[in-house]
């Protein structure tokens, strides 16, 4: 990640979830994989500030409520906490929930629009479009389906009406220049270049307002009360109004620039165009990187509302644990790539990587300490030479490796590699012969001492993936549960004080009911 000040605070962001529909495992992926970065960071002693929150305007969510008979105002407050529940249940350390119906954020949308209608970088002309009855959708031409609403195919109606566009256009060249200049801007690389694609057509202005003839449910434009703000330009100015611009520019500026933009693929141009150029036309600080996952798709189609999908991820945690639902969705894709979910994959991950590599081997270890030596970690000299604790220090370079290039899923077959060698570690050890030799008894005790402290190792390095399970390891091993590790060094030691006593505990991943049902 992008090299800090010394007060700088490491900025993450998730997207902000329209709330006309409850939370699905797509969203629930975007703020697992932002927690993720985020307890990497703190474990590494690094101050973050992670963000996310919900995006409440607009035609989408005025939609939905009249069809729940319910005004937008009270319709949002329904649904939000469906959102702070979910982040809750996940295990998602957020700082801050923003929302954009809070007055602190309408109040600096409202000041960054007079800023830009001051520099002129806001200009009010007519603009053409088509307008579907039915649906109550606005197209522009292109978007029209042989000329016909692409929602529904029925006639629509041509209309001008009078708004308000932002000067895309003259940043156009400011922005190719800056993405070329600027490698890490949009990541992954593939994503990139379909930015620097599109931006090979001359972009057009962006009319950022809607009249409110068409549209109530909006921040409204400071200088028309016959208009209300697009909301894309709305929501994209949480990412600075969350943290005090333009009201608090002390704290604004231990947080500002965004590290890292998480989002979705399908909302990359407005992260990667508009975005930019509004920092830019603001005289604000470019952020440091955008990065776009992919989708999670089911039979084929991306898992969504509309097209009536969903997994949820309640569901999930409920049945198979939070962290195997974490787990699963940060080892089963590599970010910027679309995964297919399955039910089936999800158990099958649950039952092999969790209950069977990492269950079974801390529940082996427990159980050989409660047999060979009554539960308290053996004393040994020199036990950090041992081969097995080599290879597990070297983890936390691999695993930093991997999170500085946003691959989660490489940190954990880094991690797995390492979970696998203890359990070969303990079939060529075979400490239940040791224990028959007394003359063996040394090895028997520096082959558990190995053993504990991988685990423990392992539990230290696994808190930003599987907090839960982290922190239960590191409970039975007496350590402290929110692990500092500022440097190699501190990752290559010993951690376990000799003698410990170890509680086995219940099993880390139980047995799944066969029988039971799958959850979707
Ligand atoms: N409100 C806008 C974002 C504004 S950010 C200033 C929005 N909201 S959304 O609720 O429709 O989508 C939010 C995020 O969820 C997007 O990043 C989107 O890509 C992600 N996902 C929605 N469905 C998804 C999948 N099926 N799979 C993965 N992520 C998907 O867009």
């Known amino acids: 990640m992008s090299a800090k000040g010394n007060d700088k605070q490491i900025y993450i962001t998730t997207p902000l979830y329209y709330v006309n529909a409850k939370p699905h495992i ?13 307890r990497y960071h703190r474990l590494a002693g690094r101050e973050v500030f992670f963000l996310t929150g919900t995006d409440e305007h607009g035609t989408k969510i005025e939609k939905t409520a009249r069809q729940h008979n319910e005004e937008p105002r009270e319709y949002v407050e329904k649904m939000v906490p469906l959102f702070k529940d979910l982040w809750r249940l996940l295990g998602i350390q957020y700082d801050q929930f923003i929302r954009t119906t809070d007055e602190a954020h309408k109040e600096v949308v409202r000041a960054v629009l007079l800023k830009l209608e001051g520099t002129g970088d806001i200009y009010r002309a007519g603009y053409t479009g088509w307008y579907c009855t039915p649906c109550e959708s606005f197209w522009t031409k292109l978007q029209l389906v042989e ?10 109606q041509e209309l001008i009406e009078d708004n308000y566009f932002f000067k895309l256009s003259k940043y156009q060249s400011w922005l190719i220049e800056y993405i070329n200049a600027n490698p890490g801007f949009i990541q992954p ?4 270049n379909e930015i620097t694609s599109f931006l090979k057509d ?12 068409r549209l109530e449910w909006g921040i409204e434009y400071p200088s028309s009360s016959e208009h209300v703000v697009y909301v894309w330009f709305d929501a994209l100015i949480n990412y600075v109004s969350a943290i005090g611009m333009e009201v608090d520019e002390n704290r604004f500026n231990t947080i500002w620039p965004a590290d890292l933009h998480l989002v979705g693929k399908d909302i990359l141009r407005q992260h990667a165009v508009y975005w930019p150029i509004m920092l830019k036309a603001c005289g604000v600080e470019m952020f440091k990187t955008v990065l776009a996952h992919g989708w999670w798709t089911m039979q084929g189609a991306k898992v969504s509302k509309s097209r009536g999908n969903i997994v949820d991820p309640v569901v999930l945690a409920k049945v198979y644990g939070v962290d195997a639902l974490r787990y699963f969705m940060l080892r089963e894709v590599t970010v910027g790539f679309d995964g297919a979910f399955s039910e089936d994959l999800l158990r099958q991950r649950y039952t092999s990587d969790l209950a069977n590599d990492l269950g079974n081997l801390w529940f082996r270890n427990g159980s050989m300490l409660e047999k060979y030596f009554h539960g308290a970690v053996p004393e040994v000299s020199g036990a950090e030479t041992d081969p097995l604790l080599l290879m597990t220090f070297a983890l936390w370079n691999k695993v930093e490796e991997a999170l500085k290039s946003y691959d989660p899923r490489a940190a954990l077959d880094a991690i797995w590699k390492v979970i696998t060698a203890a359990n070969q570690f303990v079939e060529e050890k075979k400490p239940w012969v040791l224990a028959k030799d007394p003359a063996r008894a040394e090895e028997l005790a520096r082959a558990l001492r190995a053993l504990t402290e991988c685990l423990a190792h392992l539990a230290v390095i696994l ?18 549960t929110q692990p500092l590790i500022r440097t190699t060094a501190e990752f290559s030691v010993l951690m376990v004080t000799p003698g410990t006593s170890v509680e086995r505990g219940e099993a880390l991943f139980p047995k799944l009911d066969e029988e039971k049902e799958p959850a979707s």
């Open 26 to 38: 797509g969203h629930a992926y975007t703020n697992i994989l932002g927690d993720t970065f985020t």
């Open 147 to 156: 000329g016909k609403c692409p929602d529904c195919g029925r006639d629509v």
């Open 189 to 192: 690389e593939m994503r990139r």
């Open 202 to 213: 001359p972009l057009e202005d962006l009319c950022i307002t809607r009249p409110k003839a």
């Open 463 to 480: 808190t930003p993936f599987l907090p839960d399970t982290a922190r239960k390891i590191l409970d039975r091993l007496k350590l402290s």
